[in-house]
């Protein structure tokens, strides 16, 4: 059964930091594409980052840039997500996605689109509030 956790959220102060993870089961990273997405209260959701199955090639929206780090561990089938410096409209429900194994979708050029990713995890919460 392919599955998805996500783990690491929480409450954190204005300019703290917090590691996501993404740990895999059922499946094996290694020929999927990850994206990392976040969904605000009242607000579609929207990709933040994603990592080719090789680790070669990254994505991060404007909102992420300099701020976030996203990596994977195809040995530990997990991918991360290292945020930094964290603002209080980083609020929201995070979630990672893989593509279908074969798909390759995360591109330096283009914002993930939720529609081209499959397999969703539950989400993890990550409030960033003084």
């Known amino acids: 059964q392919v599955q998805l956790v996500e783990s690491g959220g929480g409450l954190v102060q204005p300019g703290g930091a917090l590691r996501l993870s993404c740990a895999a089961s059922g499946f094996t990273l290694d020929y999927y594409d990850i994206g990392w997405f976040r969904q605000a209260p009242g607000k579609e959701r929207e990709g933040v980052a994603c990592i080719s199955s090789s680790g070669g090639t990254t994505y991060y929206a404007d909102s992420a840039k300099g701020r976030f780090t996203i990596s994977r561990d195809n040995a530990k089938n997990t991918v991360y997500l290292e945020m930094n410096n964290l603002k209080a409209e980083d609020t929201g429900v995070y979630y990672c996605?893989?593509?279908?194994?074969?798909?390759?979708?995360?591109?330096?050029?283009?914002?993930?689109?939720?529609?081209?990713?499959?397999?969703w995890g539950q989400g993890t919460q990550v409030t960033v509030s003084s």
């Open positions: 996605a893989s593509t279908y194994r074969g798909y390759y979708y995360c591109s330096p050029y283009a914002t993930p689109s939720p529609r081209e990713y499959a397999y």
